[in-house]
């Protein structure tokens, strides 16, 4: 139950960033005695794992905070965060394996079933995101991204520190994400209309 707990805090942290849990599961399992990945994911905590992660989210950072950069940087993220979400379920959940050297063998053990859900997972987050920030940007002429970013970053850290350090916590983290979510959803609509009836 805590690994699928883990697991499930980790994708969700990848739909709002995609390298943030990432990073932090291989530098926890690299210098944390008690983060131990699977021996199929230990390529996690390799170095040159973790600086191409480095660069690649101070890539993140910069371009989600730039309004209209935002927007594209949510499209070309559309693969890249469910991606990462099945990998951060898969390690997070220790999934045995991420080689899959036999497909028939891989479907017939369920070995897939940790990754589609970290990805699927990571894609909710991601869609809520992608579809509040373009409206937000336009109504407040890109002055919500720099804010929005910041806040999504700090709930992906916090959300993969709880997943790592105390699982159990996610399942307080979950709902308020998802309201957080449907919250800003509606926030984007309702100025969407506003904006909308004023023009």
Not at 39 to 62: P, Q
Not at 126 to 139: F, G, S
Not at 166 to 192: D, H, Q
Request: aromatic content about 8%; overall charge negative; charged content about 15%.
């Amino acid at each position: 139950m805590l690994e699928f707990l883990t697991g499930t805090g980790l994708a969700l942290s990848a739909g709002l960033n995609a390298y943030i849990p990432l990073l932090l599961i291989g530098l926890a399992s690299r210098f944390l005695d008690f983060v131990e990945l699977p021996a199929g994911w230990l390529w996690l905590e390799n170095e040159w794992v973790l600086g191409i992660l480095a660069v690649l989210l101070v890539i993140e950072l910069v371009a989600d905070k730039i309004p209209a950069v935002d927007s594209v940087n949510d499209w070309i993220q559309t693969l890249v965060r469910p991606t990462a979400g099945g990998l951060a379920f898969g390690s997070g959940s220790s999934s045995e394996t991420l080689a899959v050297t036999d497909p028939a063998q891989f479907f017939e053990s369920n070995q897939w079933v940790p990754i589609a859900t970290g990805a699927a997972l990571a894609l909710l987050v991601h869609l809520a995101k992608m579809i509040a920030r373009p409206v937000a940007n336009a109504v407040t002429l890109g002055a919500a991204a720099p804010v929005l970013s910041t806040m999504e970053d700090a709930g992906s850290v916090v959300l993969s520190v709880l997943a790592l350090v105390v699982p159990i916590l996610v399942i307080v983290a979950v709902p308020l994400l998802g309201w957080w979510i449907v919250s800003a959803v509606r926030r984007a609509r309702r100025k969407r209309r506003e904006s909308a009836a004023t023009g």
